[in-house]
Protein backbone atom coordinates (compact mmCIF):
# COMPACT_ATOMS: atom_id res chain seq x y z
CA UNK A 1 0.00 0.00 0.00
CA UNK A 2 1.54 3.76 -0.55
CA UNK A 3 0.11 6.57 0.53
CA UNK A 4 -0.79 9.13 -3.06
CA UNK A 5 -1.76 12.79 -3.00
CA UNK A 6 -3.88 14.91 -4.80
CA UNK A 7 -1.62 15.42 -7.56
CA UNK A 8 -1.11 11.52 -8.24
CA UNK A 9 -4.80 11.29 -8.11
CA UNK A 10 -4.90 14.17 -10.67
CA UNK A 11 -2.65 12.60 -13.11
CA UNK A 12 -4.50 9.31 -12.80
CA UNK A 13 -8.38 10.67 -13.45
CA UNK A 14 -7.19 13.61 -15.66
CA UNK A 15 -5.12 13.31 -19.10
CA UNK A 16 -1.63 15.18 -18.81
CA UNK A 17 1.95 14.25 -19.67
CA UNK A 18 2.03 12.50 -16.17
CA UNK A 19 -0.58 10.42 -16.46
CA UNK A 20 1.46 7.59 -17.85
CA UNK A 21 3.36 7.24 -15.16
CA UNK A 22 0.31 7.59 -12.57
CA UNK A 23 -0.75 4.01 -14.27
CA UNK A 24 2.18 2.72 -13.56
CA UNK A 25 2.30 3.29 -10.16
CA UNK A 26 -1.55 1.69 -10.00
CA UNK A 27 -0.23 -1.36 -11.96
CA UNK A 28 2.95 -1.67 -9.70
CA UNK A 29 0.87 -1.49 -6.68
CA UNK A 30 -3.28 -1.40 -7.08
CA UNK A 31 -3.69 -0.65 -3.14
CA UNK A 32 -3.94 3.20 -2.24
CA UNK A 33 -4.50 5.11 0.66
CA UNK A 34 -5.31 8.82 0.42
CA UNK A 35 -6.04 11.81 2.66
CA UNK A 36 -10.28 12.46 2.66
CA UNK A 37 -8.60 15.98 1.51
CA UNK A 38 -8.49 14.52 -2.01
CA UNK A 39 -12.24 15.06 -1.99
CA UNK A 40 -11.78 18.69 -0.95
CA UNK A 41 -11.23 21.73 -3.07
CA UNK A 42 -7.49 21.19 -3.75
CA UNK A 43 -8.65 18.28 -6.17
CA UNK A 44 -12.00 20.01 -7.17
CA UNK A 45 -9.16 22.86 -8.37
CA UNK A 46 -7.07 20.75 -9.91
CA UNK A 47 -10.20 19.51 -12.10
CA UNK A 48 -11.05 22.99 -12.91
CA UNK A 49 -7.73 24.03 -13.90
CA UNK A 50 -7.27 21.13 -16.44
CA UNK A 51 -10.94 22.28 -18.40
CA UNK A 52 -9.51 24.33 -21.81
Known amino acids: MIVVDT ?5 L ?8 WAER ?6 EWA ?3 LWRSESFCE ?7
Open 7 to 11: NVLGY
Open 13 to 20: FLTSEHSP
Open 25 to 30: VLAKDP
Open 34 to 36: TPL
Open 46 to 52: SQRDSVP
